[in-house]
């Protein structure tokens, strides 16, 4: 059981930004004082410590690692709700982490990459697809992307931008071969979708260094649910004389209701390990709490 798992189906925004907010003050062993930031650190062995505002060249964006402010904190938990509202309802984590599979010509916001990774970029804590957000100080949008197209279809992948000649060079097609889209080789309707060179390195905000904060606390459903029921009365004449309001708050446990069976027990494709009754109820509920409802809480 997980103390107060979080239901990533909210749309709750300030629950979004107390949840992300939970590694502020986290001292990490490359700093030399307390910070107040919510730290996301993509190990604890980053040598270095991080920058207010990560410069995406030096020691800080390559050997350190990433906090963000509360004004960040707030727009990020603003965007996950949106995506959230766009995506939803997840039915598995693996839903909510994961990019939808569909075309990227017709869905991209979508099939580009998850909710979480998608909500990073969009509000500007990396370089949003556009480029017209950009979080670091000392890197371009324009110079840092990735520019990758097909010189005549067939043998050497050709890059546009040749200013910069100790950056941009002529590329093998067998390189090329780990791109999954070969359409954003050919013209120029998918270059943007090709991204930048700068993603992935320490100071670049990931998925995964939020998921390190907050991934084994989180939640596809909640195992604890508010219950609701009204009860009335009639009269002979079938008018209504009284109306009651109750609301139960039970909550689902590891346990089998027949405890027969242990609570890791689990029924597989070819044997039957669950009891008939576990079969059918599954897991127990306790009630938690019973209170009576006013109608001005209804």
């Known amino acids: 059981m997980v103390d107060g798992a979080f239901n990533v189906n909210s749309t709750e925004k300030e629950a979004w930004k107390a949840f992300l907010g939970s590694s502020k003050y986290f001292r990490h062993p490359a700093d030399d004082a307390p910070a ?3 730290a ?9 410590t991080y920058q207010a505002i990560p410069s995406g060249k030096d020691e800080d964006s390559y050997a350190g690692y990433r906090r963000i402010t509360d004004s960040q904190l707030d727009a990020l938990a603003e965007e996950i709700v949106r995506q959230v509202r766009l995506r939803g309802p997840f039915v598995s984590r693996s839903h909510f982490i994961n990019r939808t599979l569909a075309d ?3 869905q991209a916001e979508l099939s580009r990459s998850g909710a979480l990774q998608t909500a990073l970029d969009e509000v500007g ?48 097609l067998g390189v090329a071969s780990i791109l999954a889209d070969s359409e954003m080789l050919d013209g120029n309707s998918l270059a943007e979708e090709q991204g930048y060179r700068s ?3 320490p100071g670049w905000l990931t998925q995964a260094d939020l998921l390190q904060v907050i991934g084994p606390s989180i939640s596809a459903r909640s195992d604890t649910f508010r219950i609701r029921t009204a009860g009335q009365t009639l009269g002979l004449s079938g008018n209504v004389e009284a109306t009651a309001y109750l609301e139960a708050v039970v909550q689902r446990m590891p346990e089998y209701v027949d405890t027969s069976n242990a609570a890791n027990e689990r029924d597989t ?28 809480e209804i």
Request: net charge negative; proline share 3%.
């Open 199 to 201: 993603t992935g390195i």
């Open 36 to 38: 107040e930031g919510a």
């Open 125 to 172: 804590l990396n370089m949003n697809i556009e480029g017209d957000l950009n979080e670091f100080s000392e890197q371009e949008t324009s110079t840092d992307r990735v520019r990758l197209q097909a010189d005549n279809g067939d043998h050497a992948l050709d890059i546009p931008d040749t200013s910069n000649t100790d950056i941009y060079d002529w590329v093998d």
């Open 40 to 48: 996301f650190s993509r190990s604890l062995q980053q040598p270095e």
């Open 104 to 106: 990227i010509t017709e």
């Open 269 to 296: 494709i070819d044997t039957d390990n669950l009891t008939p009754t576990n079969q059918q109820y599954g897991r127990r509920f306790e009630i938690i709490s019973v209170r009576w409802l006013s109608t001005d």
